[in-house]
């Protein structure tokens, strides 16, 4: 449904060119949830954003790529054949949605204007498919709740309303770009949930782009690790968690605090910050703060290479030297606990 190919997002800002996609390629399937993960600053707002063709201009130029959505090619597009498919075949949920929200329009008013911006029906017709939309969601008397304001609803019930307006013409392709940020675990509990949910009812593709760990867990069918504007490891949720081939990622699940091992309950943060976006460093991005880097990983910028079918890893380090590397500093770390 969706392929991407060697696509780069630059920002052309007072201090130079921001690298923030950088030669990025992958795949979504119609029915299929994946999931992006990584660090704040790591581009994956703006390639969210670039899909939909969002991103500021001329702010942000694309130097290379394409972005094929069932091939047709999204940067070729003029803006009116962009504003047909935006909330028609592809959909967006941003981050915070009581700035996406009109806080002067009731909500059953922005809905049907969703409806009815890309399907000819009178507002009748259109009121009663917003209404089904609220229940769907889980909002609760929504006939009534279709006559009140976003300041009226909380945080998570506002977040519903977005998915809502989201899913109003059926898209193909929902991209979630972090959609519970701010939202306590209960709530974004349900929200996971709900997702799926009306992932089977309508068949939708899922892209869910956030720095959670556990929810892509709970949701991905496969997963993409983004660092420094490029992907440095793909593939199935088993293999990102359980079979990671790349430093970064295991800094990443590393830094998560674990209750179900003594000593554990710990952070063990990521040293060092990320890179200069606007002038990266040599070799591999990671290496300045990477446990095992090699005088080699400043000097050769690893390519993202398949490991195993579907497991794709950017990173010098063969699979045998990344477990003894990892099984000796994790040895050193229980010691310390212990001490």
Same mark, same amino acid.
Request: charged letters at 25%; a neutral charge; one cysteine or more.
């Given at each position: ?12 800002? !007072? ?9 990025? !390629? ?15 600053? !790591? ?12 991103? /500021?201009? /001329? ?22 054949? $962009?504003? #047909? ?39 009748? #017709? ?46 193909? $392709? ?47 069918? *496969? ?30 699940? *590393? ?33 300045? *703060?990477? /446990? ?14 398949? *490991? ?9 380090? !063969? ?8 099984? $000796? ?11």
């Amino acid at each position: 449904m969706l392929e991407v190919k060697d696509l780069k997002a630059y920002l052309d800002t !007072s201090t130079g060119v921001v690298k923030a996609v950088d030669q990025v !390629s992958f795949t979504v399937k119609a029915g299929e949830t994946v999931g992006i993960v990584g660090e704040s600053g !790591s581009g994956k707002s703006v390639l969210a954003l670039s899909l939909m063709q969002l991103n /500021p201009t /001329p702010l942000t130029f694309y130097p290379q790529g394409e972005i094929l959505f069932e091939g047709r090619n999204l940067l070729g597009l003029r803006e009116r054949a $962009l504003r #047909k498919m935006r909330g028609n075949e592809i959909s967006m949920i941003f981050q915070d949605p009581m700035s996406s929200l009109n806080p002067i329009f009731k909500i059953g008013n922005q809905l049907i204007e969703a409806i009815r911006s890309h399907k000819k029906m009178p507002r009748h #017709k259109a009121e009663a498919e917003a209404i089904e939309l609220l229940q769907d969601v889980g909002i609760p008397d929504a006939e009534r709740r279709m006559h009140e304001y976003p300041h009226e609803f909380s945080g998570g019930m506002r977040q519903r309303v977005m998915i809502a307006i989201a899913l109003a013409c059926r898209p193909k $392709l929902l991209i979630a770009d972090e959609p519970t940020t701010a939202l306590d675990v209960t709530i974004q509990a349900q929200i996971l949930e709900m997702l799926r949910t009306i992932q089977n009812k309508y068949g939708t593709a899922i892209l869910i782009i956030t720095h959670d760990l556990g929810v892509v867990a709970r949701l991905a069918d *496969r997963v993409m690790v983004m660092y420094s504007g490029r992907i440095v490891e793909e593939g199935s949720t088993a293999d990102i968690f359980y079979r990671t081939s790349m430093p970064y990622t295991w800094s990443l699940l *590393r830094s998560i605090p674990r209750l179900d091992e003594a000593g554990q309950d710990r952070l063990i943060p990521i040293q060092g910050q990320p890179p200069n976006l606007v002038t990266p460093p040599k070799g591999c991005n990671f290496s300045p *703060r990477c /446990p095992f880097a090699t005088p080699e990983c400043a000097e050769i910028d690893p390519a993202l290479t398949e *490991r195993r079918h579907g497991h794709r890893v950017a990173c010098i380090l !063969s699979e045998m030297e990344f477990e003894e590397q990892k099984q $000796l500093l994790e040895a050193v770390d229980r010691k310390e606990v212990l001490a």
